[in-house]
Structure formats: C-alpha cells, structure tokens
C-alpha cells in the first residue's frame, strides 16, 4: 500500500556529514509515524529516531542524540535524516519506516511499523 526509498548512503570520513532521504508513494495514511532503524554488522536491527505525523514531536536514540536529525517534509511526501559527527560505530544499513498504529506518535518499537524501505549503507571508515 506504502511504498518507502531510502537513499542518500555513501562512504564517508569519520567526523563527516551525510544527509538521507526516505521518500514514499502509494497510498498514504495521513497521520502517520515515520522512523529510522539501523543494523549494523553483526548487530541486530535497533531505533535511531522517530517522529510524530506533523513533524512536532521527535525522539533519539541515545547514540545519535545531538549529532542526528529527523525532519518531514509531508508536501513533497519525504523524511529526512540529517547525520553530522559521523562515527565508525555509526556504519550500518538504514532503514525507514512508516506505520499507522501508533496513531502518529513517535515510537521506538518495531512492531508499530508495517512499511519498510529496502535500505541504504552507510560506511564511516576511521
């Protein structure tokens, strides 16, 4: 019903910045809640920011706090996850996430999800 496209991935520096996007299309329920989740090598899937349907409320995990952002742009349909600072330990594949349960308010949980995009790597060599 909701289809979701990571992009913005690449190889950066430590220290670096990198910008994603999360675009999606179909049909999209208005007051939704958007994510982003990481996995990393060998690690399983964990949160890394999440934000209410109108772009008013955020949360972060505490890895990223103060170093990553999470916007929406919900006229161009678009989320966006700006990311300074970037550490080694921040190399994963990101993924984003769209789902309606949570009645547009952030979640942490997986399970309030049910749109996921494919992914996209980020690599922050040292």
């Known amino acids: 019903q909701v289809q979701l496209v990571e992009s913005g991935g690449g190889l950066v520096q430590a220290g670096d910045s990198l910008r ?3 675009a999606a299309s179909g049909r999209i329920v208005s007051r939704n809640t958007m994510a982003w989740f990481r996995q990393g090598p060998g690690k399983e899937r964990e949160f890394v920011t999440t934000i209410s349907w109108n772009g ?3 949360v ?3 890895s990223v ?8 742009d919900n006229s161009k349909n678009t989320v966006y996850l700006q990311m300074n600072s970037l550490k080694p330990e921040d190399t994963a594949v990101y993924y984003c996430a769209a789902g309606a349960s949570a009645f547009g308010l952030p979640s942490r949980g997986e ?3 049910d749109a996921w995009g494919q992914g996209t790597q980020v690599t922050v060599s040292s």
């Open 111 to 113: 399970g309030d999800y």
């Open 20 to 22: 994603l996007s999360c």
């Open 65 to 72: 706090k103060g170093r990553f952002t999470i916007s929406r």
């Open 60 to 62: 972060y995990a505490d």
């Open 56 to 58: 008013v409320i955020t």
